[in-house]
């Protein structure tokens, strides 16, 4: 990953969850702290940052993406604000130059939950380049699996040794290692930070195949874009925008219906035909955890708004194989029913 993709230091973990916490404990977050990041994302973005006493400050979205909205972000910092943590929603790279920028500006730092966009690239490098802090996902429901495991991409040479330090449950076990000293101790915070051997392996044989994975799903996404297209084109649906600017890794595909009426329609439809789409997430900051931190659903309407009409729809690479063509058949019969044809 390292050699391959650009980035300076990675650190493959047991989950993305605790890569991000791994990582909240790099941007040495502390209670009393603000982090703003979207209220559309796994409550694991949330939980690394409230795990070390911080604040979230949840941000409206961008509709044409489903990420973070570069352009409210601004609004939000505040002299406590400490980290922005966007997320690659879908693959699709977040726009990292201006969240760059308004990092820069307000000495804050970043941490990219890249979750489900390894090998996607924003302006031909690679998602989790570009930031100080950045995590992978290699769970499940990934493009790239091993059944549980993550990685922390470390950009900012002067945090590396830490993190050593931190993934060896605090130890400087590391200079061990590198032959620099002769018995290690207990120099830091940390954690079990680390991937097991076994699954590190099943990881690289996936990792060393990437284009071949990539290009099966990318049929998937080009398949449900198609069958979509004419609704979009009628006003019923909305369909992912990317920019020009990046690449995706196609690790799923969403559809915003016209009302919340319809997106239910298709999803008890779709599952009579044993067909199953799904919601996506419920928004963080109309959760019964974002209650506790003062959010109420009306606080980000547009998050609220889509969350209610969106639907993923099945996806998952050997589908570019079998069973594709029986989904397009039962997703079109359905829409036939809900809009006509």
Not at 24 to 39: N, Q, R, W
Not at 125 to 151: I, M, R, T, V, W
Not at 166 to 184: A, F, I, P
Not at 196 to 211: F, G, K
């Amino acid at each position: 990953m390292k050699e391959k993709y650009g980035y300076h230091a990675v650190f493959l973990t047991p989950s993305c969850t605790a890569a991000m916490e791994m990582g909240a404990i790099l941007a040495d977050l502390t209670p009393g702290d603000e982090v703003i990041l979207p209220s559309y994302t796994f409550s694991s973005t949330a939980n690394a940052v409230v795990l070390r006493g911080a604040k979230p400050v949840f941000c409206e979205i961008d509709p044409d993406t489903m990420n973070i909205n570069v352009n409210r972000i601004e609004s939000l910092i505040t002299q406590h604000t400490k980290l922005i943590a966007p997320i690659d929603y879908m693959g699709i790279p977040c726009e990292m130059d201006p969240i760059l920028d308004i990092a820069r500006k307000h000495n804050l730092m970043i941490m990219e939950d890249a979750a489900q966009s390894f090998y996607s690239f924003y302006k031909g490098k690679s998602c989790g380049s570009l930031p100080p802090l950045a995590a992978f996902s290699f769970h499940e429901s990934k493009n790239f699996s091993c059944g549980e495991g993550g990685a922390l991409i470390v950009n900012q040479p002067d945090l590396v040794e830490r993190a050593t330090y931190l993934q060896e449950k605090g130890t400087d076990r590391s200079l061990v290692l590198r032959g620099e000293r002769s018995k290690y101790g207990w120099v830091d915070l940390g954690s079990s930070f680390l991937l097991a051997d076994l699954l590190a392996a099943v990881l690289l044989a996936q990792l060393e195949n990437v284009e071949t994975t990539v290009s099966k799903r990318s049929k998937i996404t080009q398949a449900y874009r198609t069958l979509f297209t004419i609704y979009e084109e009628r006003g019923f649906v909305k369909l992912p925008k990317p920019p020009p600017h990046v690449t995706l890794n196609h690790h799923a595909f969403f559809v915003i219906f016209d009302t919340a009426d319809n997106q239910q329609k298709f999803l008890t439809m779709c599952r009579d035909k044993n067909i199953h789409p799904y919601r996506g997430y419920l928004p963080l900051h109309s959760s019964k955890m974002g209650h506790k931190f003062g959010y109420r659903p009306e606080d980000l309407p547009l998050t609220e708004d889509i969350s209610s009409r969106i639907v993923r729809l099945p996806f998952y690479t050997d589908l570019a194989d079998e069973g594709l063509d029986y989904c397009l058949e039962g997703m079109s019969a359905v829409l036939r029913q809900i809009y006509g044809s």
